[in-house]
């Protein structure tokens, strides 16, 4: 294994790992959060928001999914 394969497989790992500990911190915001101030969706839609529109949903989940206190 070349120096520059190393390097790109840390980083791969890198980015992936933070990536799954982002949906996994939005997910359980979400579980945490009661039904009546979620906007938009239903539980389920954010649920597939987060994890299957990963760029877009966790800031739209964030900024516009739940309603203020």
Do not use: E, H, N, S
Request: aromatic letters at 10%; charged letters at 15%.
């Amino acid at each position: 294994m070349t120096p520059q394969q190393f390097v790109a497989i840390v980083l791969m790992v890198a980015v992936l790992g933070g990536m799954a500990v982002i949906i996994l911190r939005c997910l359980a915001d979400l579980a945490r959060t009661p039904d009546g101030r979620l906007r938009l969706f239903t539980r389920t839609g954010w649920k597939m928001m987060i994890v299957f529109a990963f760029p877009v949903g966790i800031p739209l989940y964030l900024l516009a999914g739940k309603a203020p206190y």
